[in-house]
T-cell receptor, first 113, second 112 residues
Framework: GENVEQHPSTLSVQEGDSAVIKCTYS??????FPWYKQELGKRPQLIID?????GEKKDQRIAVTLNKTAKHFSLHITETQPEDSAVYFC????????????FGKGTRLSVIA | DVKVTQSSRYLVKRTGEKVFLECVQD?????MFWYRQDPGLGLRLIYF???????EKGDIPEGYSVSREKKERFSLILESASTNQTSMYLC???????????FGPGTRLTVL
């Protein structure tokens, strides 16, 4: 089955700097890659996702890139702000229907003001 | 706006007790999921369901069972709670044909 590795487990950046979180997946059939953000004490929420027919997707300060050949995808946050502090989870699945997501172990991002 | 609710935010039970965790979604979603979240281990799938009365084992089903008698409700059952089941339990749902998965607020279960 699918296995998703996520690095780093913790990340501290200065406010205004960029943050990058990387994930690798094992199943070449996977075609859907979402990122979830979980603020302290709250539920995970989808912030951005990408499908395998696209190499990059951007939404304001966040972007996701996908390298299908290498089987890895990354989350990029630019101009970080204190409210970006949270745990971020990457995930992968090969079918958006009945196949469940496989999540990485999460990255705790701290943005230092 | 999608709403996924869970019956309790915090729950304290004793070893050996039978525990029911309830999850309800109000968007007629076909798929529902139960995860447990532990520090450093991320979100691990316990069970999921893609239709009423249907269930599939996830990665860590041992010690758990589920019930889905109605489309909007997915219950997680701990037949005999043990201390190693102390964790945060998250329910989620999604529409079959769409990608976005919506999470409930979580139930923090402590087994003494």
């Amino acid at each position: 089955g699918e296995n998703v590795e996520q690095h780093p487990s913790t990340l501290s950046v200065q406010e205004g700097d960029s943050a990058v979180i990387k994930c690798t997946y094992s199943d070449s059939a996977s075609n859907y890659f979402p990122w979830y953000k979980q603020e302290l004490g709250k539920r995970p929420q989808l912030i951005i996702d990408i499908r395998s027919n696209v190499g990059e997707k951007k939404d304001q300060r966040i972007a996701v890139t996908l390298n299908k050949t290498a089987k890895h995808f990354s989350l990029h946050i630019t101009e970080t702000q204190p409210e970006d502090s949270a745990v971020y989870f990457c995930a992968a699945s090969w079918d958006s229907g009945n196949t469940p997501l496989v999540f990485g172990k999460g990255t705790r991002l701290s943005v230092i003001a | 706006d999608v709403k996924v609710t869970q019956s309790s935010r915090y729950l304290v039970k004793r070893t050996g007790e039978k525990v029911f965790l309830e999850c309800v979604q109000d968007m007629d979603h076909e798929n529902m999921f139960w995860y447990r979240q532990d520090p450093g281990l991320g979100l691990r799938l316990i069970y999921f369901s893609y239709d009423v009365k249907m269930k599939e084992k996830g990665d860590i089903p041992e010690g758990y069972s589920v019930s889905r008698e109605k489309k909007e409700r997915f219950s997680l059952i701990l037949e005999s709670a043990s201390t190693n089941q102390t964790s945060m339990y998250l329910c989620a749902s999604k529409e079959l044909s769409l990608d976005t998965q919506y999470f409930g607020p979580g139930t923090r279960l402590t087994v003494l």
